[in-house]
């Protein structure tokens, strides 16, 4: 299970390739990368007309990271009234959504989920002195009453 800073460490390494970071000078210069992704998403502007984008999350976890990227990148999140709690607005290009943003968020998903179930799994044990058990596996469906 990775440590707190164990996990920052990944999530840097990951924002580090997205910036196109290969050499350890280029990972030193991280501050200029990110200047160059900030200029990459005002070309992308000048490009292309920025379009309206909705995003649902399953749970608030996966919600906080994608929010804190959009912050990084200077966008703002919105919704509507009405809208679920767990959708996310942001007006931005096609291409940095689809090149940057949501590539650069799934990556960084798969880690956190990874770490929140590594998470889950210590605490039961801990808590419990077992870890998880497999569903016991039934021929029939039984009948199932509501009341």
């Avoid at 919704?79 to 931005?92: A, H, S």
């Avoid at 016991?136 to 509501?146: D, K």
Wanted: aromatic share 12%; net charge neutral; with cysteine.
């Amino acid at each position: 299970m990775l440590s707190e800073s164990g996990l920052i460490d990944k999530f840097q390494k990951i924002e580090a390739l997205f910036l196109g970071a290969t050499t350890l000078g280029e990972k030193t210069a991280a501050a200029i990368a990110m200047a160059n992704i900030q200029n990459r998403l005002d070309n992308y502007k000048k490009e292309e007309p920025a379009t309206e984008w909705s995003f649902k999350f399953g749970n608030h976890f996966e919600k906080k990271l994608f929010k804190a990227l959009l912050t990084k990148y200077n966008l703002t999140s919105y919704r509507y009234k009405g809208q679920r709690y767990t959708t996310v607005m942001v007006l931005t290009t096609h291409s940095f959504v689809n090149k940057i943003l949501w590539p650069q968020y799934l990556e960084m998903c798969k880690i956190l989920r990874s770490h929140l179930n590594d998470v889950t799994d210590d605490v039961i044990k801990k808590t419990f002195g077992q870890e998880e058990t497999e569903d016991e596996i039934r021929e029939e469906v039984a009948q199932i009453s509501y009341q």
